[in-house]
Every structure is written in C-alpha cells, then in structure tokens.
C-alpha cells in the first residue's frame, strides 16, 4: 500500500471456501480486494458520513460492483434509491409474477437453484435464509453463521422466497439477525462446538416440519464457522467490540480470524488475548488508508468464564 490514499470501504468479501478479503472501492471506481490475513489495515475516519456502495452488474456486459454514478450520501442501508431500482433486487424482493417478467440484469440469477438453510450464531440466536446454489456457502460465511442445516432444495430464488416467508412465520424463525449482534454474542462466554451443533439440529428440525407437505426436505450440515470459533475460544475475548461507531478516529485492523462481519484481531498492546471487531458501521464509510497509524482499540480484558 502507499502511505496515504482513499477509499469507500465496502465490508468484508468472501468465497465459497472461506477466503476473505477487505474490499474497497476507490476514487476512480474501481474495486480493489484486500486479503484478509496478512493484511495491516491501519486507517482513520475523518466524519460519520455514509456514501452508496453503487450496485452489481450480473449481466455478460457489466459484471461485479459498479460506483454510484452520483456518490450519493445514505442515511440507511447501503445503496441510495436509484442503486437499488438499477441493480434490480428491489423488485424482486416484492415480485409476484413469473420469472420472465423480472429485470433482465437479475432474471438469469434468479432462475438458478436454490437452497433454504437454517443457521446458527449462537446464545439462542437462529435464523431462516435463502441461498443460489452458485454461492451457498459463501453467503453463510458473508452471513457470519457458525453452523448450519440445510432444510430443503428450490427451483428458483422466487419459490425459495416464499418458502422462507412460510418458515418464519409457522416456525417463528426471523429473517435476518444484526451484525452487531452477531459479534455481541461472541464476546459472552462461549459453550461447546457440540452445543451449537445440537442447537442447529433442534432449530432446523423445527423449522422443516413446518414446511408445506409437497417439499422434499432434506438435512445437510455446514460447520464452517468450526475453525474461527476454536481460535476465539482458545485464544480469549473482550466485553465490548469495536464497532466504529465514532465519527471520526484512527484505526489498526490487523486480523488473525474472521467470520461474516465479526474480525479477530491481534491486540497491539501485547496481550495473547484477540480484539473482536465489528465492521457493519464502516461499511458505506470512507477511510484513508495510511500505514504509518498505530492507534487500535484497547477494551478492557475480560475472564473466559
């Protein structure tokens, strides 16, 4: 990296095999990735405003992310109005008819395979969710699950999404859980792998029983979140994570594990011990990037038990 330069910090990318990486995107437009470990992300914030992350092509033409043409500014979510309408997911979120009425950039997307899994975060907190055949594992580790099941296979993203709203409903499972909260929980004391294995088994059982009785259920495990939850565990937590909730400060991310949005870094204090950090509020934020800040969060060290 050269010593200073900008960008729009975007979050953290995944793959289907749990590779990360940082993704930034800078003042030209382009998207520059970052990989996850090795990496020394030493930033500052300058204010709390926070920018559109643009939108993603899924056509042969325009593929991966592409800036907002007006770098607009949002109050929430990550995409102003005219991002979302272009990139075409808005209509689908709430689109009745078939498949060949959708908008062409996300028709092909759609019409693939798909999967309902149930997943798991820990402390009591489940989950129902959709994935693409294509990116089913990568969206539980974009995700943050430690463990999931899942519950039953589907021609298509729209039948699929029908599918989770019957689930939420008759088993009471919510359709989304905090990154925040994800982190939260993982700074608590943590109970067994075999614990979350059983309450992801419980919770699926559960959930595909409410099923329509036309489904073929199914039950496949993914444990991907196994090897993060070892090195917290073994390795030691803090009270409170870093959230990036000021609005302005300097920062070293210099990670040892990640999961979904929850990033294990090293304590540049000296201690064995890991700083949790959450990046759910920087993303849409811009950073400088300059390798000479050594400033880090320090939270206080708290007992495993």
């Given at each position: 990296m050269s010593s200073t330069r900008a960008a729009l910090y975007c979050g953290t990318r995944w793959d289907e095999?749990?590779?990360?990486?940082?993704?930034?995107?800078?003042?030209?437009?382009?998207?520059?990735?970052l990989p996850g470990i090795g990496t020394r992300l030493a930033f500052r914030v300058r204010d709390g405003s926070r920018f559109c992350l643009g939108y993603h092509g899924f056509g042969a033409a325009r593929r991966g992310r592409l800036a907002c043409p007006r770098r607009a500014?949002?109050?929430?979510?990550?995409?102003?109005?005219?991002?979302?309408?272009?990139?075409g997911w808005s209509v689908v979120h709430s689109h009745r008819g078939p498949l060949t009425t959708l908008p062409e950039q996300v028709r092909d997307y759609v019409a693939q395979p798909h999967h309902l899994y149930v997943a798991y975060f820990g402390d009591g907190m489940a989950k129902v969710g959709t994935a693409s055949a294509a990116r089913r594992h990568r969206r539980l580790f974009e995700q943050g699950a430690l463990?999931?099941?899942?519950?039953?296979?589907?021609?298509?993203?729209?039948h699929v999404r029908e599918l989770e709203r019957v689930v939420s409903e008759r088993?009471?499972?919510?359709?989304?859980?905090?990154?925040?909260?994800?982190?939260?929980?993982?700074?608590?004391?943590?109970?067994?792998w075999s614990a979350l294995e059983s309450a992801v088994a419980d919770a699926a059982e559960h959930a595909a029983s409410t099923l329509p009785a036309e489904i073929t259920r199914t039950d496949t495990a993914w444990s991907g979140g196994r090897e993060f939850y070892a090195t917290i565990l073994a390795r030691g937590r803090f009270p409170d994570a870093t959230e990036?909730?000021?609005?302005?400060?300097?920062?070293?991310?210099?990670?040892?594990?990640?999961?979904?949005?929850?990033i294990a870094c090293v304590d540049e204090a000296?201690?064995?011990?890991?700083?949790?950090?959450?990046?759910?509020r920087l993303i849409g934020r811009r950073i400088e990037l300059?390798?000479?800040i050594t400033a880090a969060s320090r939270p206080a060290q708290t007992s495993l038990f």
């Open positions: 095999q749990g590779r990360w990486s940082y993704e930034l995107l800078r003042a030209d437009g382009t998207t520059e990735l500014r949002v109050d929430s979510g990550k995409q102003c109005a005219q991002c979302r309408i272009t990139e463990v999931a099941r899942f519950i039953t296979d589907s021609p298509d993203g729209l088993a009471g499972l919510r359709q989304a859980v905090a990154g925040v909260t994800k982190t939260r929980i993982l700074t608590k004391p943590l109970r067994p990036f909730t000021a609005d302005s400060g300097e920062y070293v991310i210099d990670a040892v594990t990640a999961h979904g949005h929850t000296g201690a064995g011990e890991l700083v949790l950090v959450n990046d759910s300059d390798a000479a």
